[in-house]
């Protein structure tokens, strides 16, 4: 079953003529996803490799049916790129753009909030069902049908999860990059909530980083309410104190969001920490048993 | 990142700054096939890890011999 993407699911790319763009929304037909149509201002009325190109979200919505988008619009443009698929009635937009300024995206909070769309992103690989549909731009090659759910702020530690559970034979439910910014559309208690409730998900994979508070307020839901077995990583066990590693939101800040506090806090609530993360396929296959 | 991109990256990198400390290497994932290549013919020596754990290991050895 899944969370949130299927086969049914009809994609619209925004940004699709660009490099980024192009390339992945080739890769994503490719996997099996309904790429019904692409969004760039003035290109409107042409193609691109078959696919119909619109100057608008709306248009695209209106003649294609779409119900999902993903966009590959550069950093000055993007919240307007997510903020109009939202007006027209997207109900998922994944959002793959890194470098969003900050303040754009409160005002993209503010925008959504109490509306039906579900923002993934920015600065995330995607969401990908395997088997039935891929939004977003990870290696489709490594992903295998299953039963196990993954949640990461880091792309490519998802694919490493991701490479073990294959290799064990342990497929996946879902595999939801939430991003690396520090203000996300969709965080790991949205997607935990989700992977309670299908009945196709027999455990999680929680993948989180320095920074911030997300991985306590998961591991706090994980202990009110969440009935499967959790396995969890926190990368930059070694990262120094006020450097932003990489992700614009993996930063130390005033003594707090250390990857020592979220291992201790995510234990406590009953997740399985690894603190090597290239235990996660043997410690998921563990608990499977 | 694309495999191939990251291979072109290192091989520029490693040329513009004369490297003369051992390099591992580990690639995944897209374009996968095209990354090796660009790694294969260049002048770069480095050694292959299979996992990260195996990446890990081939580093602390290197560092300790």
Same mark, same amino acid.
């Given at each position: 079953? #899944?969370?949130?993407?299927?086969?049914?699911?009809?994609?619209?790319?925004?940004?699709?003529?660009?490099?980024?763009?192009?390339?992945?929304?080739?890769?994503?037909?490719?996997?099996?996803?309904?790429?019904?149509?692409?969004?760039?201002?003035?290109?409107?009325?042409?193609?691109?490799?078959?696919?119909?190109?619109?100057?608008?979200?709306?248009?695209?919505?209106?003649?294609?049916?779409?119900?999902?988008?993903?966009?590959?619009?550069?950093?000055? /443009?993007?919240?307007?790129?997510?903020? %109009?698929?939202?007006?027209?009635?997207?109900?998922?937009?994944?959002?793959?753009?890194?470098?969003?300024?900050?303040?754009?995206?409160?005002?993209?909070?503010?925008?959504?909030?109490?509306?039906?769309?579900?923002?993934?992103?920015?600065?995330?690989?995607?969401?990908?069902?395997?088997?039935?549909?891929?939004?977003?731009?990870?290696?489709?090659?490594?992903?295998?049908?299953?039963?196990?759910?993954? &949640?990461?702020?880091?792309?490519?530690?998802?694919?490493?999860?991701?490479?073990?559970?294959?290799?064990?034979?342990?497929?996946?439910?879902?595999?939801?990059?939430?991003? =690396?910014?520090?203000?996300?559309?969709?965080? /790991?208690?949205?997607?935990?909530?989700?992977?309670?409730?299908?009945?196709?998900?027999?455990?999680?994979?929680?993948?989180?980083?320095?920074?911030?508070? #997300?991985? %306590?307020?998961?591991?706090?839901?994980?202990?009110?309410?969440?009935?499967?077995?959790?396995? =969890?990583?926190?990368?930059?066990?070694?990262?120094?104190?006020?450097?932003?590693?990489?992700?614009?939101?993996?930063? &130390?800040?005033?003594?707090?969001?250390?990857?020592?506090?979220?291992?201790?806090?995510?234990? %406590?609530? =009953?997740?399985?920490?690894?603190?090597?993360?290239?235990?996660?396929? #043997?410690?998921?296959?563990?608990?499977?048993? | 990142?694309?495999?191939?991109?990251?291979? %072109?990256?290192?091989?520029?990198?490693?040329?513009?700054?004369?490297?003369?400390?051992?390099?591992?290497?580990?690639?995944?994932?897209?374009?996968?096939?095209?990354?090796?290549?660009?790694?294969?013919?260049?002048?770069?020596?480095?050694?292959?890890?299979?996992?990260?754990?195996?990446?890990?290991?081939?580093?602390?050895?290197?560092?300790?011999?």
């Amino acid at each position: 079953m #899944a969370i949130w993407v299927n086969a049914e699911t009809r994609v619209l790319v925004q940004g699709i003529t660009g490099r980024e763009g192009s390339f992945h929304t080739a890769q994503c037909q490719a996997y099996g996803t309904q790429i019904v149509a692409g969004v760039t201002p003035g290109k409107g009325g042409t193609t691109h490799e078959g696919i119909p190109v619109y100057d608008g979200v709306s248009q695209a919505v209106a003649r294609e049916g779409a119900n999902a988008s993903m966009i590959f619009v550069p950093p000055p /443009f993007a919240a307007d790129a997510v903020m %109009e698929a939202v007006s027209a009635g997207i109900e998922l937009v994944v959002c793959i753009t890194e470098g969003i300024p900050t303040l754009d995206m409160l005002k993209v909070t503010q925008f959504m909030s109490g509306g039906k769309s579900r923002l993934i992103g920015p600065n995330c690989p995607g969401i990908i069902s395997p088997g039935s549909c891929k939004i977003g731009i990870m290696p489709a090659s490594i992903h295998l049908p299953g039963s196990v759910g993954c &949640i990461s702020r880091s792309g490519t530690l998802t694919y490493e999860a991701v490479g073990q559970l294959t290799s064990c034979g342990i497929g996946q439910s879902t595999c939801i990059g939430i991003g =690396g910014d520090p203000i996300v559309g969709t965080g /790991f208690v949205d997607a935990l909530a989700a992977f309670n409730q299908d009945a196709d998900t027999e455990a999680v994979v929680i993948i989180g980083e320095i920074g911030g508070s #997300a991985e %306590e307020e998961a591991a706090e839901y994980v202990k009110q309410h969440f009935q499967k077995p959790v396995v =969890g990583f926190i990368a930059g066990q070694t990262a120094p104190p006020g450097r932003r590693m990489g992700h614009a939101g993996a930063i &130390i800040s005033q003594g707090t969001g250390t990857a020592a506090e979220k291992m201790e806090k995510m234990t %406590e609530c =009953g997740i399985h920490v690894l603190s090597s993360p290239a235990e996660i396929g #043997a410690a998921v296959e563990a608990l499977l048993k | 990142m694309r495999c191939d991109i990251v291979a %072109e990256g290192v091989v520029q990198a490693a040329k513009d700054l004369g490297v003369s400390i051992p390099v591992v290497v580990r690639l995944e994932g897209t374009n996968v096939e095209k990354g090796r290549e660009i790694l294969q013919n260049s002048d770069l020596e480095f050694e292959v890890a299979l996992g990260m754990a195996d990446a890990a290991a081939k580093v602390c050895r290197a560092v300790l011999t």
